[in-house]
Structures are given as structure tokens and as C-alpha cells.
């Protein structure tokens, strides 16, 4: 097996799994991905059951290019997992794209769909032999382990399977009679459960993927938990005890604003991380302007708080992807150009506060800042509705060595003059976490603070320090 590099782990992914007799499956796949686009832009793809034989199709490219009406009249089924991807630790290719599909020794088939990142990869191949030597990511992995138990149930092997792997795990798992969801025991990528009005339930990464299907919120899989749904209906099991710590990042970028938790929805967390930020970094200015979209929530709560006149400065071109997730520095540089153009006649002459979500490899901001200062900005003073971005995420999240992050090598005074701002301030960790209604201790701060729950291989965590070791594997 390739070893997944610990510098390149990339993934943000969203998963999506439904059983509804009579409803058209594939169908309300497609656009469950539809409303989860945003956590994955480089492949899609969708499996369905129709209770006798598995079905997978899958493309690089968003769900509109890669699902035609044509292609999803094909997909027959009453049950089917889906899948949305940016790239984990293959290569942006389709044979790394999702579902991934394997064989039971039995000749039944299974599809899996995975959101996170494991970090003992290794042993697990390992322990595969030649099998795992074929695996080139995670979610592969998991499917050749899956598919190896000829002696038990796929319920049984997933739940060994969950409680042998260690790292950020959201699973959507489907034979031809049942579709399965699985968390990893500290819940550190979501997962949430609904019921359909007519029967029937859905999984999903997002509320908003249930909505969009017409599914009720039931609950979140909790941390340590397998569902499984069949003709029966909803039955559930543990594997491992729940040890909570939600990935707070979740809140703060890649969630969409209308996710909905028990403790709050992500907008009303933003909004009160804006209002937080006003009152921890005031500034004279004359109006409040969002970097859109994940800075609009936060720009609204700090000109409520401010009583300074908020503004929209920056039209986003909406059909460009997310430039967090572009798979290349390159692909990166342009597409902030391409996204974002200033209002001239909004901002020319004025002192801006401008509210970002986060900074991580600080190219946005400062070409932002550029702009805005050549669209005839007097002052522009950035406000981060999140702490420094500091350590690396080995959990799933594109922010995977600390060359690329501006926040663990620079001071804040640095990181201002090397964005160009006039005044730089973060929201502090304390009042981020604040915003969540969640206690401190159920959040995952890693990238912020450093204390990563799960341990990594190569990463040792002592005296609230981490330091860089080489562990033999």
C-alpha cells in the first residue's frame, strides 16, 4: 500500500445514504449531493441496492456533471449511499473516487462512503498483506476489511472493523439489503440521522442534505455508534464508548450555515462568533463588510454588536468553487481571483472592518487586501472570526503541514504586515468555543491549540506542546 504522506492527507468529504421503498433512490441522492457540494468538489458518485445486486457509478467532476437524467433512470433501488470528495490520501483520480466497491468471499457485494481521515493506516495494510498492498486510500482500506469477514455479518465486521481503525471516521456502508452509518468514537466528522414523511431514512454529513429530500432530523449518530437501517427499520448498536470531540473547524468553515445541531445551527454560532469578535477588537471604521460567504454571518453579528453600518463590498462569482479545497497552490491562486471582485462604489473612501471566517495559508487575504486597497479602500482592518490556525488537521481537513500555515510560523503583527492590513485580530479560542454551546472538553481545537485527541503516528503531543517525532512503523 502507499503510505498517505502525513503532509498531504487532504479530505473534505460529504456522505449521504438512504433506504425508502417506493421513492426513487438514486434520485434523491443525487440531490442529497447536491446540498453536501460543498465539502467536495473532485468526484461524485452514487451505489443503489435493489435488494438483489449493487449498482456503483461514479465520476470526476461535480454532481451536475457527473449525474445526467439519463444516467440516474439507470440506477434502480430502494436503498444507496452517495458520495461527494476532495482528495484524502490518493491521488485526485476515479479509481480513488467514491463509493468504493468490494466483494465478499460469499460473492455479495458492499459500498462504502467515507468522510475523515484514519491515521493507522499502515498497520492495518499491514495487516491485509497483499490485499492491502493494493489499497491507495482510506476508504479503500476500509472496504477491503469489510469484505474480508466471511464468518459474520457486514454488521459484525463493521463493527470490528471500527473499533480495530483509528482516526476521523463518518461511514455510509451498503449491501444489497441495508445501509449502515458508523462514527468513530470521538465524532469528530458529522453525521446525522432522518426520517423520511412517507418511511424511510436518510444519513447524511449535513442537515441541509436532509432537507433538501424532505427528511425529518431525527438525531446525530453518536460518537462510538452504528445504525443500520433494513425493511425492519432503525436498529442501533455500540461498539466503543463515546469520547466527544466534535471538529470545531466544522462550525467555523466547512459546515453550511443552515446545519442545524442540538445545541445550536451553524449560523447562529457564526453570528455570535461576530458579535464575540466586536467586543474582543474594536476599531473605528466606517462600515463592516463580509469576505462572502462563511465571513457573512460573523459580518453581521460584528456590525449588530459594532453599531457600525454593514455592507456587502464583494460580489462572489458563484460559480467558482471553494478556493480552500482546490487541490493545487495554483488552482488556489486563481481561483481567488476569479471569486471575488470589489464594490468601488461601496468601499472607495471608506475604513473598512473586514470579517474573514479563518486564515490558513493567508494567500486570500492578502490578494484580497490588495484589491481592496487598488478599489480605493482609506483602511482596511481584517477581523478572523477564529484563532490562529496553528497545527495541522490529521483528521480530514486540507490543512495537513505547518509550511502551509501562515498562523504557526508568523506573529500576528507579522502575519498583518505580510496580508497588507492596517490592524489584524483573531476571536480568541476561548470565545470560539463559546459560540458553540458545546463544553470545550467535546471539541476537537487541534489546528488551534494543538492537543489532538486521537494520537498520530509521528505526531507526539507533550506538556501542551507539539513536537515533530519520527515513530517507527
Not at 432522518?194 to 453518536?222: K, W
Not at 469576505?291 to 462569482?317: H, Q
Not at 495554483?330 to 472592518?353: F, M
Not at 481537513?397 to 500576528?412: F, H, N, P, Q, V
Amino acid at each position: 500500500m502507499r503510505e498517505p504522506v502525513p503532509t498531504g492527507a487532504r479530505d473534505e468529504c460529504g456522505v449521504f445514504g438512504i433506504y425508502a421503498r417506493g421513492e426513487d433512490v438514486a434520485k434523491l441522492c443525487y440531490y442529497g449531493l447536491y446540498a453536501l457540494q460543498h465539502r467536495g468538489q473532485e468526484s461524485a458518485g452514487i451505489a443503489v441496492s435493489d435488494g438483489r445486486s449493487i449498482l456503483v457509478s461514479k465520476e470526476m467532476g461535480l454532481v451536475n456533471q457527473v449525474f445526467t437524467e439519463a444516467r440516474l433512470a439507470g440506477m434502480d433501488g430502494h436503498l444507496g449511499i452517495a458520495h461527494v470528495r476532495y482528495s484524502t490520501t490518493g491521488a485526485s483520480t476515479w479509481d480513488a473516487a467514491q463509493p468504493a466497491f468490494k466483494v465478499t468471499p460469499s460473492g455479495s457485494g458492499i459500498a462504502l462512503a467515507h468522510n475523515g481521515n484514519l491515521v493507522n493506516t499502515a498497520d492495518l495494510a499491514r495487516e491485509l498483506g497483499a490485499a492491502g498492498d493494493k489499497c491507495t486510500t482510506d476508504s479503500e482500506l476500509l472496504a477491503t476489511l469489510l469484505a474480508r469477514d466471511a464468518d459474520v455479518s457486514l454488521e459484525e465486521s463493521l463493527a470490528r472493523t471500527c473499533a480495530a481503525v483509528r482516526g476521523a471516521f463518518s461511514l455510509v456502508v451498503l449491501d444489497e439489503t441495508t445501509v449502515y452509518g458508523a462514527r468513530d468514537p470521538h465524532g469528530v466528522r458529522p453525521l446525522v440521522i432522518g426520517r423520511l414523511p412517507r418511511g424511510g431514512y436518510v444519513l447524511a454529513s449535513e442537515t441541509s442534505a436532509l432537507d433538501i429530500v424532505g427528511a425529518h432530523l431525527l438525531r446525530e449518530v453518536e460518537p462510538g455508534e452504528i445504525v443500520a437501517v433494513d425493511e425492519g427499520g432503525l436498529r442501533s448498536r455500540r461498539y466503543a464508548a463515546a469520547t466527544p470531540h466534535a471538529c470545531l473547524f466544522e462550525y467555523v468553515y466547512i459546515a453550511r450555515p443552515d446545519h442545524r445541531l442540538a445545541e445550536t445551527t451553524v449560523y447562529a454560532a457564526r453570528r455570535r462568533m461576530g458579535a464575540l469578535l466586536a467586543a474582543e477588537a474594536p476599531v473605528d471604521a466606517d462600515l463592516v463588510i463580509p469576505v462572502p460567504d462563511c465571513g457573512t454571518a460573523a459580518a453581521a453579528g460584528y456590525a449588530e454588536a459594532s453599531g457600525i453600518p454593514y455592507a456587502e463590498g464583494l460580489v462572489k462569482n458563484r460559480y467558482v468553487g471553494r478556493t480552500f479545497i482546490q487541490p493545487t497552490h495554483s488552482l488556489r491562486e486563481l481561483g481567488i481571483r476569479l471569486k471575488l471582485n470589489p464594490l468601488r462604489d461601496v468601499i472607495e473612501g471608506r475604513r473598512l472592518v473586514v470579517v474573514d471566517d479563518s486564515i490558513v495559508r493567508g494567500n486570500t487575504c492578502r490578494q484580497l487586501v490588495a484589491m481592496l486597497r487598488e478599489a480605493g479602500a482609506a483602511a482596511v482592518h481584517l477581523r478572523v472570526a477564529a484563532p490562529p490556525i496553528r497545527n495541522p488537521c490529521y483528521y480530514g481537513i486540507d490543512m495537513a503541514t505547518r509550511a502551509e500555515l501562515i498562523g504557526s510560523g508568523l506573529t500576528i503583527d507579522e502575519i498583518r504586515d505580510f496580508v497588507g492590513a492596517d490592524s489584524l485580530a483573531y476571536l480568541s479560542l476561548d470565545a470560539l468555543v463559546a459560540t458553540t454551546r458545546r463544553p470545550k472538553s467535546s471539541l476537537c481545537r487541534a489546528c488551534m491549540d494543538g492537543e489532538y485527541p486521537i494520537p498520530v503516528p509521528g505526531e507526539q503531543v507533550e506538556a501542551g506542546k507539539d513536537v515533530l517525532v519520527k515513530l517507527r512503523r
